[in-house]
């Protein structure tokens, strides 16, 4: 049930991308999320060739893709909860120029994002990570493991019917019957 849950939860690493590389968003279009929001139907993690590369604050590239989610993120402010910041958006359509980010997102009933450039500083990619998912799921079911048996180790369990071994012998207990 863990391992369930930590899967579909899964490990993502989140990348800050600058405001200059944004503008490679331009004329990104998924037309067949496009069709599958208007259906009603949304099926992730399908294969894309719909994608744009876009690098990082340390110039890693990154692919981005309607199944990407992203976030616009405004320049510092004290206190930090008043930094302007979008929520992690999918989008299938988006349109950047230097004065004004749009996008489309992917989750249907969702009004486009219209968000002018001067408030951004950056955007925020963040990508699942199948191996981080796959080491701390290990991680937990070894965890698991080691403490069922380490717990059967230290309780020494009745072997026998001559009350010997410290456990509960269930041979020995007074026969009570039924009241009522």
Same mark, same amino acid.
């Given at each position: 049930?863990?391992?369930?849950?930590?899967?579909? /939860?899964?490990?993502? *690493?989140?990348?800050?991308?600058?405001?200059?590389?944004?503008?490679? $968003?331009?004329?990104? %279009?998924?037309?067949?999320?496009?069709?599958? %929001?208007?259906?009603? =139907?949304?099926?992730?993690?399908?294969?894309?060739?719909?994608?744009?590369?876009?690098? =990082?604050?340390?110039?890693?590239?990154?692919?981005? *893709? /309607?199944?990407?989610?992203?976030?616009?993120?405004?320049?510092?402010?004290?206190?930090?909860?008043?930094?302007?910041?979008?929520?992690?958006?999918?989008?299938?359509?988006?349109?950047?120029?230097?004065?004004?980010?749009?996008?489309?997102?992917? %989750?249907?009933?969702?009004?486009?994002?219209?968000?002018?450039?001067?408030?951004?500083?950056? !955007?925020?990619?963040?990508?699942? /990570?199948?191996? %981080? *998912? $796959?080491?701390?799921?290990?991680?937990?079911?070894?965890?698991?493991?080691?403490?069922?048996?380490?717990?059967?180790? $230290?309780? =020494?369990?009745?072997?026998?019917?001559?009350?010997? !071994? !410290?456990?509960?012998?269930?041979?020995? $207990?007074?026969?009570?019957?039924?009241?009522?």
């Amino acid at each position: 049930m863990i391992a369930v849950s930590l899967l579909s /939860s899964a490990c993502t *690493t989140t990348y800050a991308i600058p405001r200059s590389e944004l503008t490679r $968003l331009d004329g990104f %279009k998924d037309d067949n999320a496009a069709l599958l %929001k208007e259906l009603g =139907d949304v099926m992730l993690n399908r294969p894309n060739d719909r994608r744009r590369a876009v690098r =990082d604050v340390d110039g890693e590239t990154h692919q981005f *893709t /309607s199944d990407t989610p992203l976030a616009l993120v405004g320049p510092p402010k004290e206190p930090e909860e008043a930094r302007f910041q979008t929520e992690e958006q999918r989008f299938i359509q988006v349109a950047v120029d230097t004065t004004r980010f749009q996008g489309v997102p992917l %989750k249907p009933d969702t009004a486009p994002l219209v968000v002018p450039m001067a408030e951004v500083e950056h !955007g925020r990619l963040r990508e699942f /990570s199948l191996g %981080k *998912t $796959l080491l701390l799921t290990g991680a937990i079911g070894i965890g698991v493991l080691a403490a069922v048996v380490t717990a059967g180790l $230290l309780i =020494d369990p009745t072997t026998d019917g001559d009350g010997g !071994g !410290g456990g509960i012998d269930f041979d020995r $207990l007074p026969d009570r019957g039924l009241r009522f």
